[in-house]
């Protein structure tokens, strides 16, 4: 099965990237979980460029993001909280999902990396519902804020390492 990993974050140390690394090395050999890179290139959302009966295809980046997805048993999103929300960039990427055929009924996970972060995360569920997706309740994540150690693989405490394994198992069956 294939997983697709999305971090909210364009940070080069970005916490939430290192936590979606780090499951890519926890999966196990069958889970092939691959972390979306497209993040940045999306243009803005723009429904005029996105009409069936527009004389163009979408932007060739969003059909990349869609292809990507429709090749995908489920998607892992972690991201950070910004201003109480969730990050423009991200969001950017749900509007081009919303008039997709790829997305509805997919299996979603959300990561909160940040115990604080209770605004965007409880965004991120009610867009991710509001979009049909099939979201995968999990516990909460809490992930320690040393990124850089995290993506080398050193701190992951057995508490985490269990909680990423118990959620690539749980998207196993969704
Ligand atoms: C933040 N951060 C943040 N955190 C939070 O809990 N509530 C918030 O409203 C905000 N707002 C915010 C705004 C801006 C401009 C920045 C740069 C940061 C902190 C941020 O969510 C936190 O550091 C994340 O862990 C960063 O994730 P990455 O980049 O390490 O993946």
């Not at 009966?53 to 950070?80: F, H, M, W």
């Not at 997706?133 to 850089?148: C, F, R, S």
Request: charged content about 20%; aromatic content about 6%; glycine content about 6%.
């Amino acid at each position: 099965m294939r997983i697709l990993g999305i971090s909210g974050s364009l940070r080069t140390a970005s916490s939430n990237s290192a936590t979606l690394r780090a499951m890519a090395l926890l999966a196990p050999p069958f889970v092939d979980f691959v972390l979306y890179d497209g993040l940045a290139s999306l243009p803005h959302f723009n429904p005029d460029l996105d009409r069936a009966d527009a004389s163009q295809p979408p932007p060739c980046e969003v059909c990349a993001l869609r292809k990507s997805i429709g090749q995908s048993d489920g998607v892992v999103i972690a991201s950070p909280e910004y201003a109480h929300g969730v990050p423009g960039s991200l969001k950017n990427a749900l509007d081009w999902l919303v008039g997709s055929v790829e997305f509805p009924g997919k299996p979603v996970a959300v990561i909160n990396t940040s115990p604080r972060a209770i605004h965007a995360d409880a965004q991120l569920r009610e867009i991710l519902t509001t979009m049909s997706a099939k979201l995968i309740e999990m516990g909460p994540i809490a992930v320690p804020y040393d990124a850089k150690e995290i993506a080398f693989g050193l701190t992951l405490s057995d508490k985490l390492r269990a909680a990423l394994s118990d959620l690539i198992e749980a998207m196993q069956d969704p």
